[in-house]
């Protein structure tokens, strides 16, 4: 069980990786002006990056989402990275990265009980 948990432990962090590199793409491929693209392939990331700073960050969140409130972080933050990437990319990569996401929090709450990460958790 400590195997499947650490492994998806790290397709999450991976998932996470993608959400940010999700919103950098979507901005960096929108049509209109360079300095448009500039703009938005760096602050996208940063909103996303600052919004699971605040309330996703395992262990280290500033205000810890619990409850539905986790799942609607979750949502918004993994759904907004699937959407960017569908936007930029095609569709079927944002459902696949949705999809993941599914399995990912799905596999963590029948595991644990909660979508919550606990840092050093065992």
Do not use: S
Not at 59 to 71: D, E, S, V
């Amino acid at each position: 069980m400590r195997i499947i948990k650490g492994a998806n432990l790290f397709v999450m962090f991976l998932l996470e990786l993608g959400v940010i590199a999700g919103a950098a793409t979507w901005g960096f491929t929108l049509d209109g002006a360079l300095l448009l693209r500039v703009v938005a392939g760096l602050l996208t990331p940063l909103l996303f990056i600052g919004m699971w700073a605040l309330f996703g960050a395992a262990g280290n969140a500033r205000y810890r989402l619990h409850g539905p409130w986790r799942i609607a972080l979750e949502l918004i933050w993994f759904g907004g990275g699937a959407l960017a990437w569908g936007v930029a990319i095609g569709p079927v990569l944002g459902v696949l990265f949705f999809a993941l996401w599914v399995v990912n929090a799905l596999v963590r709450y029948f595991g644990d009980g909660t979508l919550q990460v606990e840092v050093g958790a065992r």
